[in-house]
């Protein structure tokens, strides 16, 4: 779902977002960006489960990875008590993950050497599968949790991130 196609309320967001255990720690580095991740989801964000029985947040996002599935356990952010869950496969998002990670490593050789114009355009890629995998999370999401693309931008980040090994 779009922004246009929903509005969210106040409350219609995520206040905290953390790993479950499936995920362990990495390198300095790779905490770092997950860190950076989880701070610009929480910092502006638009979430809201979907369906009938769903009650007002705010919600807390907990991710897992099982058997090579993102886990999304949800939470209300005043008693921890559970919203739903919602399993996705991370199939979908292998291509885009290795094609925006080949990008980024070409980006960031471009940055020491090649002129202004060629990394604006490897820049502009880079946004283009950024955004092709944003639009395929939201996608993955529909009719079970709305978000607006920009927050789909943050949460790709992060999905993005935990596949990151250093």
Known sequence: MSSGEIEFGTNDRLTDLTFG???GRS?????HERAVAIFDVLE????RPVGDDVVEGPYKLKL???DNKLVLDITLDKDDSEVATHILSLGPFRRIVRDYFMICESYYEAIKTASTAQIETIDMARRGVHNEGSETLMQRLNGKV???FDTARRLFTLVC???WKG
């Open 44 to 47: 502006k964000n638009n979430f």
């Open 27 to 31: 390198t300095p580095d790779v905490e």
């Open 146 to 148: 709305a978000v607006d």
């Open 64 to 66: 897992s990875v099982i």
């Open 161 to 163: 991130v935990l596949h």
């Open 21 to 23: 255990q499936s995920i």
